[in-house]
């Protein structure tokens, strides 16, 4: 882990010292900037060491009418490509031979103007829901539930958030980390008073990037929140005999449908018509700093994605598998956070909610790795079993909870 622990060093420390990067606002709700259509190059700031290209893209027809894409390319390194109009949700990732992301039967950029998040019973989320990855949260997530007056719609509403703020910056130092920044607002009269910088950071012609988000409570009441990274994958990761490893200490299964599948929760079907979802609440071990290393690879181990997370900021997992027909959504969710997925209400009974005091802040840092061969996916899966160690795996049959 100590080569990933310094390139998060070198990406933190550009976040936090913007004066030697160079800054471009795209977009700016309080100051009425709006570039739309945007592009940089290594070539337009005079680097030679690296070459990549950052560009922001106004899509049009369709249900993405008005929806930013930004993409991020680099020469012998990744393509990702994220939407400041979804909530700085990722899209995909891309390197030679390797796809983070999956097939939705959702095919466009959906701006949020045209969900309804409240509609199919509080699970209009569903009618965007394409990315690799996608925030859900803050104010809460997990499965819709009407309580306290007002409907909890699916996941929250970070994901079907346009941004009001746009920035990009590029350090002027090698390895000139590349980092978009994007103002996630979530506000209500009477209710939350949240505020996010979502971040990705990525240095050019690296296998790896680090999403780092600081959620800000900016009101002058104590609120709860809950975020849940819901990170998605499909083929070509996915496949049969595909496998999730971790550092485990304890897994349940999350309903009874669940339970069938709890002999071999750790490994993957094929599309499977007819097979509903199963997802698996698990509690991760982690080094002494509260570091961790979850994977997934394919049938033969010759390509994975790994996850690093904190257990002190994002405490659970749940690992959703749903390997219905490649049509319907072939896909499996690994989702680091500060809750599981039952209603809030239930989260709420369970202690599962945390809170933030008025004028207080938490942070969130990931880093996702593209493993493209043999060698980097038993680096990865050695790292994680050096954080086990011969520490047990409790594997509970009964669910914790039931909606």
Same mark, same amino acid.
């Given at each position: 882990?100590?080569?990933?622990?310094?390139?998060?060093?070198?990406?933190?420390?550009?976040?936090?010292?913007?004066?030697?990067?160079?800054?471009?606002?795209?977009?700016?709700?309080?100051?009425?900037?709006?570039?739309?259509?945007?592009?940089?190059?290594?070539?337009?700031?005079?680097?030679?060491?690296?070459?990549?290209?950052?560009?922001?893209?106004?899509?049009?027809?369709?249900?993405?009418e008005?929806?930013e894409?930004?993409?991020?390319?680099?020469?012998?390194?990744?393509?990702?490509?994220?939407?400041?109009t979804?909530?700085?949700?990722?899209?995909?990732?891309?390197?030679?031979?390797?796809?983070?992301?999956?097939?939705?039967?959702?095919?466009?950029?959906?701006?949020?103007?045209?969900?309804?998040?409240?509609?199919?019973?509080?699970?209009?989320?569903l009618?965007?829901?394409?990315?690799?990855?996608?925030?859900?949260?803050?104010?809460?997530?997990?499965?819709?539930?009407?309580?306290?007056?007002?409907?909890?719609?699916?996941?929250?509403?970070?994901g079907?958030?346009?941004?009001s703020?746009?920035?990009?910056?590029?350090?002027?130092?090698?390895?000139?980390?590349?980092?978009?920044?994007?103002?996630?607002?979530?506000?209500?009269?009477?209710?939350?008073?949240?505020?996010?910088?979502a971040?990705?950071?990525?240095?050019?012609e690296?296998?790896q990037?680090?999403?780092?988000?600081?959620?800000?409570?900016?009101?002058?009441?104590?609120?709860?929140?809950?975020i849940?990274?819901?990170?998605?994958?499909?083929?070509p990761?996915?496949?049969?005999?595909?496998?999730?490893?971790a *550092? %485990?200490?304890?897994v349940?299964?999350?309903n !009874?449908?669940? &339970? /069938? @599948?709890?002999?071999?929760w750790?490994?993957?079907?094929?599309?499977?018509?007819?097979?509903?979802?199963m997802?698996?609440?698990?509690?991760?071990?982690?080094?002494?700093?509260?570091?961790?290393?979850?994977?997934?690879?394919?049938?033969?181990?010759?390509k994975?994605?790994?996850?690093?997370?904190?257990?002190?900021?994002? *405490? %659970?997992?749940?690992?959703?598998?749903n390997? !219905?027909?490649? &049509? /319907? @959504?072939?896909?499996?969710g690994?989702?680091?956070?500060?809750?599981?997925?039952?209603?809030?209400?239930?989260?709420?009974e369970?202690?599962?909610?945390?809170?933030?005091?008025?004028g207080?802040?938490?942070e969130?840092?990931?880093?996702?790795?593209?493993?493209?061969?043999?060698?980097?996916?038993?680096?990865?899966?050695?790292?994680?079993?050096?954080?086990?160690?011969?520490?047990?795996t409790?594997?509970?049959?009964?669910?914790?909870?039931?909606?």
């Amino acid at each position: 882990m100590k080569s990933k622990l310094i390139l998060i060093a070198v990406i933190l420390g550009v976040i936090s010292n913007s004066a030697y990067a160079k800054k471009f606002i795209l977009t700016d709700s309080e100051n009425g900037i709006a570039r739309g259509d945007w592009s940089l190059s290594s070539h337009d700031l005079g680097i030679d060491d690296v070459q990549f290209k950052i560009e922001n893209r106004l899509l049009t027809g369709g249900k993405q009418e008005g929806s930013e894409v930004v993409t991020i390319s680099s020469n012998d390194g990744l393509t990702i490509k994220l939407s400041p109009t979804r909530g700085m949700g990722i899209l995909s990732v891309k390197s030679e031979g390797i796809r983070l992301g999956w097939d939705s039967p959702v095919d466009e950029v959906v701006n949020p103007k045209y969900i309804n998040l409240e509609s199919r019973g509080g699970s209009g989320w569903l009618d965007g829901f394409n990315e690799m990855m996608v925030r859900c949260g803050f104010e809460w997530t997990g499965h819709p539930v009407t309580a306290d007056g007002m409907i909890y719609t699916l996941h929250g509403r970070a994901g079907n958030t346009p941004v009001s703020k746009l920035v990009v910056e590029v350090a002027d130092n090698s390895p000139y980390t590349i980092t978009i920044k994007g103002l996630i607002k979530e506000k209500a009269f009477k209710k939350g008073n949240l505020e996010t910088w979502a971040t990705l950071s990525y240095v050019p012609e690296s296998k790896q990037f680090t999403v780092h988000d600081k959620l800000t409570n900016k009101g002058d009441y104590p609120r709860d929140y809950q975020i849940i990274y819901h990170s998605n994958f499909g083929t070509p990761i996915l496949e049969e005999g595909s496998q999730f490893v971790a *550092p %485990v200490k304890a897994v349940s299964p999350f309903n !009874d449908y669940a &339970k /069938q @599948g709890l002999e071999s929760w750790q490994t993957y079907l094929g599309p499977t018509k007819g097979f509903d979802e199963m997802v698996f609440n698990i509690y991760p071990y982690a080094n002494a700093e509260g570091e961790t290393e979850v994977m997934l690879k394919n049938r033969d181990g010759s390509k994975g994605v790994g996850i690093a997370f904190n257990i002190n900021q994002l *405490p %659970v997992l749940s690992l959703w598998k749903n390997t !219905d027909t490649l &049509k /319907q @959504g072939y896909v499996t969710g690994i989702e680091p956070g500060t809750n599981f997925a039952y209603p809030v209400t239930i989260e709420r009974e369970h202690s599962r909610i945390p809170q933030l005091a008025a004028g207080q802040s938490s942070e969130f840092l990931l880093t996702y790795t593209v493993l493209d061969s043999v060698k980097a996916v038993s680096q990865y899966e050695e790292q994680i079993k050096a954080i086990q160690g011969d520490q047990p795996t409790d594997l509970f049959e009964q669910p914790m909870a039931t909606e």
